[in-house]
């Protein structure tokens, strides 16, 4: 089982802070293969550049990946936009190219707190 985490599940894991979330999610993180797009890493480093985080995305990246065995995971970019022609529900190209990701990889569960996301791809959890 693949579940893919979305830009803020990965920087909240980085820091330790996602307590009480439902056991869906909780079975998710001990039972699936935690997966993140290189979309999430490029957020998260604009976050970091805009002072909307603490710590540059490769600090996060090698955090999540020593901690937790998430990965970078690597789809070929014109198989991911090819996924994210069809994600005409927003015009967020990181929130596009996300859902793209995990859609492509066997539509794959994807850890978002986005209502947005998780009102558009049906494999969301929260």
Do not use: C
């Not at 820091?15 to 993140?36: E, H």
């Not at 990246?61 to 198989?79: D, T, Y």
């Amino acid at each position: 089982m693949i579940a893919y985490l979305d830009t803020n599940a990965l920087a909240w894991l980085s820091d330790g802070s996602l307590v009480g979330l439902s056991p869906k999610i909780d079975r998710l993180l001990q039972q699936a293969d935690l997966l993140f797009s290189p979309m999430v890493l490029l957020e998260l480093e604009y976050l970091y550049e805009i002072k909307r985080s603490k710590h540059p995305a490769r600090d996060i990246q090698h955090k999540v990946e020593h901690e937790l065995g998430a990965r970078l995971f690597n789809l070929p970019f014109p198989i991911i936009s090819s996924s994210a022609l069809d994600e005409k529900w927003t015009r967020d190209p990181f929130d596009r190219l996300i859902v793209a990701n995990a859609k492509a990889n066997g539509f794959a569960w994807l850890i978002s707190a986005d209502e947005t996301i998780r009102k558009h791809y049906p494999r969301t959890v929260w």
